[in-house]
């Protein structure tokens, strides 16, 4: 049976046809440049803009060149209207920020606080946000709900359980965290949200990619299609726990061999009893026993690119804290990685790169969900 909609149903459908067009177009949008692109009459789009404009969801920008005639004013999203909190979780500390609906941070606080499982730890969480929006003169009213970035992987048939033995041990039961925060709350995985924030906020356009995440553990994340894959069950990615050494070293997950057993970054200081800055600063200064760990690493880290590059054939990601030591020594990887890489043509371009994504990137990546939610029903 084919829907009938009703008035109402269609000037809803217009509205918000007209808000994702000025929120998504890379262009500057003027009444004009509207009635073209969406193919509705100008008083339709007048009047919608109007509307829009009163409910103060919309604000003129600036006036632009015309080809004839009076200049046109282009239209902009009212960035102030909604804000969105995103904070990160981490071993060693939590980042809270104020996002705004372009996705720009408005004000932000890292604290250097070790991860503890507990209600108290979490409390913190809502002091801070408190804390920060009054500092920025925001309404309590005026926030969407707060993204939560926990490093582990979010399995829908736990209910509120997280994994995440990088950061606890063991299980994190995510319902604390919605219960000691007064405002909604979505729990996210690092590696989507970095995921989800480079493609809904148009920084990357690339339709597949997966992503590598390595801090102190390991995860993924697969973009297809313009959208996440997720699986069965919303674990896919969870490259970490690959096995690359049969009955090889223990891992978090308490299995044996393990990707993340190899090449976290654990490997490169906590094995050692160092910092991972101190690691990089000896390879720097030519230290030999940490040049051959370092280049150990590289080994394996060469065979977990090549195996997710055989499954997917698509560029890899690789992101996260090793990321920004890793540019300097980009060349030993290619080198050690063509051992390993099948299928690869002398005229293809690199199946990897680099990413220079950080802590904000993660931050704004997990108010994607409350902004699109947002933006589905103006």
């Not at 009047?47 to 604000?59: E, H, P, S, W």
């Not at 920008?61 to 200049?71: L, V, Y």
């Not at 705004?100 to 941070?105: A, D, M, T, W």
Request: charged share 30%; with cysteine; proline share 2%.
């Amino acid at each position: 049976m084919v829907k009938k909609f009703s008035n109402m149903d269609v000037a809803k459908i217009n509205r918000n046809r007209i808000y994702r067009n000025i929120y998504f177009s890379d262009d500057k949008m003027t009444v004009n440049e509207l009635v073209k692109r969406l193919k509705l009459s100008r008083p339709t789009v007048e009047n919608n803009i109007k509307k829009m404009m009163k409910k103060g969801l919309i604000v003129a920008g600036e006036q632009i060149e015309s080809t004839g005639g009076r200049k046109p004013t282009t239209l902009e999203i009212a960035d102030n209207h909604k804000y969105v909190i995103g904070c990160t979780i981490s071993y060693s500390c939590m980042c809270i920020g104020l996002v705004n609906l372009l996705g720009e941070i408005v004000e932000k606080v890292r604290i250097e606080k070790s991860f503890e499982n507990n209600k108290a730890y979490y409390a913190r969480i809502n002091t801070t946000i408190e804390k920060l929006i009054k500092f920025a003169g925001v309404e309590k009213s005026d926030l969407l709900g707060v993204g939560v970035v926990i490093p582990g992987p979010i399995d829908n048939r736990l209910d509120d359980l997280v994994y995440a033995p990088t950061l606890a041990g063991d299980y994190i039961d995510t319902k604390y965290i919605k219960d000691s925060i007064d405002l909604n709350v979505n729990v996210i995985n690092d590696v989507s949200a970095i995921g989800r924030g480079i493609h809904f906020f148009n920084l990357d356009e690339d339709d597949n990619k997966v992503y590598l995440n390595i801090a102190r553990g390991i995860g993924g994340f697969i973009w297809s299609d313009k959208d996440e894959y997720v699986g069965d069950n919303g674990i896919a990615g969870e490259f970490g726990h690959m096995k690359i050494v049969p009955k090889g070293k223990l891992c978090h997950c308490k299995r044996r061999g393990c990707l993340e057993a190899y090449t976290s970054t654990s490997c490169l200081s906590d094995e050692l009893g160092m910092k991972l800055e101190d690691f990089f600063e000896r390879l720097d200064a030519g230290d030999e026993k940490i040049k051959e760990k370092w280049l150990n690493y590289l080994e394996y880290l060469s065979i977990g690119i090549a195996n997710i590059y055989c499954i997917f054939n698509c560029k890899v990601v690789i992101c996260g804290d090793i990321s920004k030591h890793l540019l300097e020594w980009k060349a030993d990887l290619d080198s050690i990685l063509e051992d390993y890489v099948s299928f690869k043509r002398d005229n293809d371009s690199d199946i990897y790169y680099i990413s220079k994504y950080n802590e904000d990137d993660i931050i704004l990546g997990s108010c994607v969900y409350y902004i699109s939610e947002y933006i589905n029903k103006i």
